[in-house]
């Protein structure tokens, strides 16, 4: 198993752009998540999915926008980057929630995206 | 909704010495619990989690933490600490249902005194 798969690593991108990044995960994972990562703020939550078809906001959603068209995949896409999403993108994959060994299963992260918004 | 804080943002010990690393978390049900650890430069990894058995849990690298309800504490401690921990802990909380977020906390950096 690849786990979960992450890209790019790096990016640079001008006021404006729009841009994608992707993630993907070979688990048949259920739950899928995007986090960004700002020093001292730990890893807040931009939106996550519980299934294909299926989305939802985290903490900080505006300026982004997600799809999950299948369970393998759930890219984030940026429609017009700013200065302020200068940040290192995770992607994240887990089993849903549910009753027994389900219970609060671990969360499996990508390498991470960092992003440079100029 | 659910939420955890980190009551301290940085933590100093010597090595050798115990580890306390605080967290504090709100949920209506009951929560799953997790500490991940991240080294610089590097991506997370789990080092234990709490999902409603044994209050008390033993994680990798010698680091345990133990549920309580009634303080709505999920606290990180480490008998003696090594120069390897020096890194950021994140605790996290996730909610009872299957549409649960996951949410982090602020994080807390571990430093190690020589």
């Known amino acids: 198993n690849a786990g979960v798969t992450q890209t790019p690593k790096f990016q640079v991108l001008k006021t404006g752009q729009s841009m994608t990044l992707q993630c993907a995960q070979d688990m048949n994972h259920e739950y899928m998540s995007w986090y960004r990562q700002d020093p001292g703020m730990g890893l807040r939550l931009i939106h996550y999915?519980?299934?294909?078809?299926?989305?939802d906001q985290g903490e900080v959603p505006n300026g982004y926008n997600v799809s999950r068209s299948t369970t393998e995949d759930f890219p984030l896409r940026l429609l017009s980057a700013a200065p302020s999403q200068t940040s290192v993108y995770f992607c994240?994959?887990?089993?849903?929630?549910?009753?027994?060994?389900?219970?609060?299963?671990?969360?499996?992260f990508g390498p991470g995206t960092r992003l440079t918004v100029l | 909704a659910q939420s955890v804080t980190q009551l301290d943002s940085h933590v100093s010990v010597s090595e050798g010495t115990p580890v306390l690393l605080r967290c504090n978390y709100s949920?209506?049900?009951?929560?799953?619990l997790f500490w991940y650890v991240q080294h610089p430069n590097k991506g997370l990894q789990l080092l234990l989690k709490?999902?409603?058995?044994?209050?008390l849990v033993k994680g990798i690298n010698g680091f345990e933490a133990e549920f309580k309800k009634s303080e709505t504490s999920f606290h990180l401690t480490k008998p003696s600490a090594h120069m390897s921990d020096a890194a950021e802990y994140f605790c996290v909380v996730r909610g009872y249902s299957s549409a649960s977020k996951i949410i982090f906390g602020s994080g807390t950096r571990l430093s190690i005194r020589p």
């Open positions: 709490y999902t409603s058995a044994a209050t």
């Open positions: 994240a994959s887990s089993h849903k929630l549910g009753q027994g060994l389900m219970k609060g299963d671990t969360q499996y």
């Open positions: 999915s519980v299934g294909a078809g299926i989305t």
């Open positions: 949920s209506s049900y009951s929560p799953s």
